[in-house]
Nanobody, 124 residues
């Protein structure tokens, strides 16, 4: 049974940093593209960042470029999202997702497995 478990969310002030973690189990982790999505209050899911199985290829939504960094540790079956200079508009539930395919995408429907999410709230 595949399980993705996010952690690391919380309530922080504008400009602060957080590091989200996602622990994966029940899958051959090194074969999966990993991604972070988020869903803000009353909004649809947005792609945040993707990472190739080897960790060598990343992609970010424009609004987080230069502030967020996605990374993975294939030995530990972990994926991370380092979030710096957080803004109130980053407030959302953040989800980890896994996709086994030829290339990473920013489309929610392309991902096979999802975690339950972790809440990030940034106060102004």
């Amino acid at each position: 049974q595949v399980r993705l478990a996010e952690s690391g969310g919380g309530l922080v002030q504008d400009g602060a940093s957080l590091r989200l973690s996602c622990a994966a189990s029940g899958l051959t982790f090194r074969e999966y593209h990993m991604a972070w999505f988020r869903q803000g209050p009353g909004k649809d899911y947005d792609f945040v960042a993707t990472l190739s199985p080897s960790g060598g290829l990343t992609n970010y939504r424009n609004s987080v470029k230069g502030r967020f960094t996605i990374s993975r540790d294939n030995a530990k079956n972990m994926v991370y999202l380092q979030m710096n200079r957080l803004k109130p508009e980053d407030t959302a539930t953040y989800y980890c997702a896994a996709r086994r395919g030829l290339a990473p995408t920013g489309a929610r429907a392309d991902y096979d497995y999802w975690g339950q999410g972790t809440q990030v709230t940034v106060s102004s």
